[in-house]
């Protein structure tokens, strides 16, 4: 099987100046001064095995920092933005759950004179609001009423 050849990096001399800035700042994070060094290691020609012994890095993170500078310059080798965890719940959802949550169980029917997390998950569900709420309470600062997870 052929083994792919390692992209090569040309950095300008700009770039160059900033990833030697990058490697021996003081103020550089550990991150950013390994990706620089790959880079620079990359850089004299040097394969991507030789790379990943040098800086003690695995070969696929060399491989993947010296391939995204190829592709990108010095932008490339910042953290790529990430969406986050997806909501679970539409916005009308949770609303309609921190309604519930603010009035008084009396007023909605349950004998009850105030809310439980595991009462008001459970009312909500009842409700048809979700098919599942967590009965986990975190109560945000200002916020007596608390929050409750909707799933």
């Known amino acids: 099987m052929p083994v792919a050849l390692a992209r090569p990096v040309a950095p300008t001399a700009a770039e160059r100046k900033r990833l030697k800035k990058m490697v021996y700042g003081h103020k550089t994070e550990h991150r950013l001064r390994l990706r620089a060094q790959v880079v620079l290691h990359a850089a004299r020609g040097r394969s991507n095995a030789r790379v990943a012994r040098e800086t003690g890095l695995h070969l696929d993170t ?62 909500a569900m009842k409700r048809g609001i979700a098919a599942f709420v967590s009965a986990s309470v975190r109560v945000p600062l200002g916020n007596p009423a608390g929050r409750i997870f909707v799933r």
């Open 62 to 123: 060399v491989r993947t920092w010296r391939g995204r500078f190829a592709e990108r310059g010095l932008p490339g080798l910042s953290d790529r933005k990430s969406l986050g965890r997806l909501r679970a719940f539409t916005a009308r959802q949770t609303a309609q759950v921190t309604a519930l949550a603010c009035r008084l169980p009396a007023g909605t029917g349950v004998p009850l004179s105030r809310w439980s997390a595991p009462e008001l998950a459970r009312e």
